[in-house]
């Protein structure tokens, strides 16, 4: 069972709402319009499926600049996470990519959304889009210099897509990652789509009292098997129409993934 508060159910299913390209993307389309009717109707979708919350991501803001982007990335990014935070009434979740942590935590501490991702919280990386620097310091450090008090900090370990710098095994870095202040752990495959092995997740649980949650790769066919190690999970791909990525969220797949889960009435799991 998930120990943050944040959420009430245990195990907890975090749907993703990835954003067409936003202003800045060399992608965008020049109007705001259809960035804020995909981003409604995929939020109310998992909002209408019962799922525990839901993370904000520039997903199609591709290639990733790192770091500190552009601002109007970042107006545009808190035009929609207002609107949606004004139609649900679950969790909600900012990730910027490529780890603009800055924007994340100012952006939902003052839209008062609920928690962030950090993707280089205490490895520094490299990506297509660059070199990217650990930010726990800076990021502990902006969150309390503003007072987000109740702002969750969920950091990825060793995250998918991004070459690590430097030697730091897997399990120092999750010690780094409790030690810097993480609330929560996100464990993933080396890409999107991917599920991390089951034993990198049982090396997880025996090595932090954090909350784990599985950041890729999990759907209606592993769930069971990857929710009896992991506290919870951040779904994509699999809720997608025909599972890619890139089209919007399928209502029955997100249904069909929340039944298998949770069971018909809540009884899946008893833990």
């Known amino acids: 069972m998930t120990k943050l508060s944040l959420f009430k159910n245990s195990k907890p299913i975090i749907g993703m709402v990835h954003l067409l390209p936003l202003p800045g993307s060399p992608y965008y389309n020049g109007s705001m319009q259809p960035i804020l009717e995909r981003a409604r109707s995929d939020a109310l979708i998992l909002h209408e499926a019962n799922y525990d919350g839901m993370i ?20 545009a990014f808190t035009i929609v996470l207002n609107e949606i935070r004004k139609i649900v009434s ?3 979740g900012v990730n910027i990519q490529f780890n603009d ?12 959304a609920n928690f962030v991702r950090i993707e280089a919280f205490v490895d520094s990386l490299t990506t297509p889009g660059g070199i990217t620097p650990a930010c726990a ?3 502990q450090r902006l969150k309390a210099r503003f007072g987000f008090k109740e702002l969750v900090l969920f950091a990825d370990v060793h995250v998918k897509e991004a070459t690590l710098i430097g030697n730091a095994t897997f399990l120092q870095s999750l010690y780094n990652a409790e030690e810097a202040g993480a609330d929560a752990i996100i464990v993933t495959g080396t890409t999107t ?36 190690i992991a506290d919870g999970a951040i779904v994509g791909s699999s809720i997608k129409v025909d599972g890619k990525t890139s089209n919007p969220i399928d209502p029955v797949s997100a249904r069909e993934l929340i039944t298998v889960v949770k069971g018909e009435p809540n009884d899946f799991f008893t833990l």
């Open 101 to 112: 942590y800055e924007a994340e935590i100012i952006t939902a501490g003052l839209c008062e």
């Open 137 to 139: 310091a800076e990021a």
């Open 56 to 75: 904000i991501e520039n997903y199609f803001d591709k290639p990733y600049i790192t770091g500190l982007g552009p601002l109007e990335r970042t107006v």
């Open 90 to 92: 679950i969790p909600v």
């Open 193 to 228: 789509g991917q599920a991390p092995p089951l034993t990198l997740l049982e090396e997880t649980r025996k090595h932090t009292s954090l909350d784990i949650f599985v950041g890729s790769g999990l759907n209606k066919f592993n769930a069971y098997e990857m929710l009896s």
